[in-house]
């Protein structure tokens, strides 16, 4: 958690300096993102709420996102964590919403996906989404590998978005 938070201060300056707001949905991190912003004093200003959408159950539950199929998508892609995102930040009216989906380990998801693979949206006033693989099994490590990787994304997007 302690290299996050270097990374989760310069996004939330960004946030806070421009009065904006951000919303989570993350899977496979687990909370890590979530935790990282929320663990910087003044969070309230810019954090309005996130959600570990780890199952169909809770993507229903939380995102009302129910079967993918008839989307022509499936999760752990990068249009799904655009749709996540896009969706968080609808529902909470959220300037800026961040979506994370992946297969932290040991082995890989049921889509194919080999663990080590996460796709990361940042959606607001401007959109993107990447995906990474690390080619690890190590659950932990690839947790905060997609937690730094989408906070630097997070950061980076803020950034270019002045």
């Known amino acids: 958690m302690q290299d996050l938070i270097p990374r989760a201060e310069k996004a939330a300056a960004l946030l806070k300096a421009r009065r904006e707001t951000i919303v989570i949905a993350e899977s496979s991190t687990g909370g890590l993102i979530s935790a990282a912003l929320l663990a910087l004093p003044g969070a309230s200003a810019y954090f309005l709420g996130g959600a570990v959408v780890y199952t169909q159950t809770a993507r229903t539950a939380l995102l009302d996102i129910g079967d993918l199929k008839p989307l022509g998508l499936r999760a752990s892609t990068e249009a799904y964590a655009l749709l996540g995102a896009r ?28 663990a080590g693979h ?45």
Do not use: H
Not at 96 to 113: F, I, K, M, Q, V
């Open 87 to 114: 969706t968080a930040r609808q529902r909470f009216a959220a300037t800026w919403a961040l979506s994370e989906t992946g297969a932290t380990g040991p082995t890989g998801n049921r889509y194919g996906d080999a």
């Open 118 to 162: 996460s796709c990361i949206a940042v959606v607001g006033p401007t959109e993107q989404a990447i995906t990474i693989e690390t080619g690890s099994g190590d659950r932990v490590a690839n947790m905060r590998a997609f937690s730094a990787a989408a906070l630097d994304l997070l950061a980076k997007v803020l950034a270019d978005a002045r």
